[in-house]
T-cell receptor, first 117, second 110 residues
Framework: ETGVTQTPRHLVMGMTNKKSLKCEQH?????MYWYKQSAKKPLELMFV???????ENNSVPSRFSPECPNSSHLFLHLHTLQPEDSALYLC????????????????FGNGTRLTVT | DAKTTQPPSMDCAEGRAANLPCNHS???????VYWYRQIHSQGPQYIIH???NNETNEMASLIITEDRKSSTLILPHATLRDTAVYYCIVIQTGANNLFFGTGTRLTVIP
């Protein structure tokens, strides 16, 4: 149990579908992150939210749309995805590193394994 | 853009110490060294971090060279459950963008 819960654990969707990934943390953190992990590739940072405000968008295509309604919840809305978007999508949380003298470690969920058919 | 270099893979006998090296020759004064690991089918897990002093916690020890250009993560008594990909990451104080490289795949052998 990492304190960061992601649902669903597995998702299969067609290219015309719309789906959402959910992430929830109860660690009292105020920064949340989406990462993508494709087979044989390093983790890729997608989005960062600090205090519900998006502070980083790492050139992610618009078919991925994040939403952070509060510091405990983070969503990734998916629409018209491509087969190459199949990957493990990981959510993480931490204390806002801008607010302290060191970088609070990230706590990761176990991810959503997405398959686009 | 990962600023670290790690060997792609290592083996370690169960019960022995696992020493995982990391080169970060371009590290600057306000950058920390962080170590994470990722066990198969799980998200990455934080292990330890340091700035310039050696650090130890219940999971591992971190040895940073005096010039800070390299470090070694030590798992003192490796178990089969330590088999994972280990990531060494350098990050600036106050930065939000933690970038992972390809890491070292450690296999603990019975």
């Amino acid at each position: 149990e990492t304190g960061v819960t992601q649902t669903p654990r597995h998702l299969v969707m067609g290219m015309t579908n719309k789906k959402s990934l959910k992430c929830e943390q109860h660690l009292g953190h105020n920064a949340m992150y989406w990462y993508k992990q494709s087979a044989k590739k390093p983790l890729e940072l997608m989005f960062v939210y600090n205090f519900k405000e998006q502070t980083e968008n790492n050139s992610v295509p618009s078919r991925f749309s994040p939403e952070c309604p509060n510091s405990s919840h983070l969503f990734l809305h998916l629409h018209t995805l491509q087969p190459e978007d199949s990957a493990l999508y990981l959510c993480a949380s931490s204390q806002d590193p801008r607010a302290s003298s060191y970088n609070s470690p990230l706590h990761f969920g176990n991810g959503t394994r997405l398959t686009v058919t | 853009d990962a600023k670290t270099t790690q060997p792609p893979s290592m083996d370690c006998a169960e019960g022995r110490a696992a020493n995982l090296p990391c080169n970060h020759s371009t590290i600057s004064g306000n950058e920390y060294v962080y170590w994470y690991r990722q066990i198969h089918s799980q998200g990455p897990q934080y292990i330890i971090h340091g700035l310039k002093n050696n650090e130890t916690n219940e999971m591992a020890s971190l040895i940073i060279t005096e010039d800070r250009k390299s470090s070694t993560l030590i798992l003192p008594h490796a178990t089969l459950r330590d088999t994972a990909v280990y990531y060494c990451i350098v990050i600036q104080t106050g930065a939000n963008n933690l970038f992972f490289g390809t890491g070292t795949r450690l296999t603990v052998i019975p």
